[in-house]
């Protein structure tokens, strides 16, 4: 099945989305938590970089996945360009 792109969801369309799936930010605010509560008062280092990798390579790995490695497809997907995918594929060293 092709995924479909469209343009961002509205505020109804997110309530419906909702009461489906919690909401991508309320995952990821609940793993920063854990993420803090784990360091047990330990200030973290270059924290920006380290959440945007740790978020960036499992999303390319299933956009992959979900295209069959088509760069092209993925790219469109993603918001990206072609080459701004290859870059980021092999710096996370995805295939």
Sequence with gaps: MEPVISEPIT???KTRVA???PFLS???HQSIEAYFTDLEG???QNLYPLVLAEMEAPLLKIVMELTHSN???A???LGLSR????K?????QID
């Design 42 to 44: 330990e200030d973290p």
């Design 83 to 86: 080459g701004t995918l290859r």
């Design 11 to 13: 505020t109804t369309e």
């Design 19 to 21: 009461e489906k799936a």
């Design 26 to 28: 309320d995952c990821i």
């Design 71 to 73: 760069q092209s497809r």
């Design 88 to 92: 980021k594929l092999i710096r996370y």
């Design 75 to 77: 790219a469109k997907l």
